[in-house]
């Protein structure tokens, strides 16, 4: 297995790089909402997080209505998180202005 399931301590330790999601799920993924001008800029902002999760081939649990997209990430692979989620949370945040 190429990334493996993160344990409680290790999750801890890059919650705190990623300040702006939070435990999902009992600890078996992360979670953050984003608001948009519009439903445009949503959509502009779901398509760029769609290439990012191509090309990590990693994909994002999401929700979108109108202007707001909620998003959350879990490794299905490991049934919990691994290192990819929190590559793919740290690639969103830099497409947004920290909020
Ligand atoms: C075959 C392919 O690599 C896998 O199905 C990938 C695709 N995207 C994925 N995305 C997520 N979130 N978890 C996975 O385990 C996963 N696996």
Do not use: Q
């Amino acid at each position: 297995m190429k990334y493996e399931k993160l344990d409680a301590a290790a999750i801890d330790t890059l919650l705190t790089e990623r300040r702006l999601w939070e435990l999902a799920r009992d600890g078996a993924a992360i979670s953050r909402s984003f608001k948009f001008r519009d439903f445009g800029e949503a959509f502009a902002f779901m398509t760029r997080c769609a290439l990012i999760a191509e090309k990590l081939d990693h994909h994002p649990e999401w929700f979108n209505v109108y202007n707001r997209v909620d998003i959350v990430l879990s490794t299905h692979a490991v049934s919990g998180l691994s290192a990819l989620d929190f590559k793919m949370a740290e690639a969103i945040d830099r497409l947004t202005p920290a909020d």
